[in-house]
């Protein structure tokens, strides 16, 4: 991969990653704490659960939540 390549990945990541991250802002905030510790912060849904001291089904319940929200608040901007 060209060093020009690259970078314009790099770029088209970050750009892409700011986008989502500001959108999970615009989401209510249970799915937003859930979405940004487990899929931005990385993570697992049981250390999240621990964090947020809710069950691990909560926080899977609210994580497939914020993600179709998310999906469509992408497609909606696209």
């Known amino acids: 991969m060209s060093a020009v390549h690259q970078a314009?990945?790099?770029?088209?990541?970050?750009e892409?990653?700011?986008?989502i991250v500001l959108h999970a802002f615009e989401m209510?905030?249970?799915f937003r704490?859930?979405?940004?510790?487990c899929d931005i912060q990385g993570f697992t849904v049981n250390e999240t659960a621990a964090i947020l001291?809710?069950?691990?089904?909560?926080?899977?319940?609210?994580?497939?939540?914020?993600?179709?929200?998310?999906?469509?608040?992408?497609?909606v901007s696209a």
């Not at 314009?8 to 990541?13: E, G, N």
């Not at 899977?60 to 497609?75: G, K, Q, T």
Request: hydrophobic share 45%; aromatic share 2%.
């Open 33 to 37: 704490k859930a979405f940004l510790l």
């Open 53 to 75: 001291r809710i069950s691990p089904e909560a926080v899977s319940s609210r994580l497939n939540r914020a993600r179709r929200e998310l999906n469509v608040r992408l497609a």
């Open 28 to 30: 209510p905030l249970a």
């Open 16 to 19: 892409a990653l700011e986008r």
């Open 8 to 14: 314009t990945r790099i770029t088209t990541d970050r």
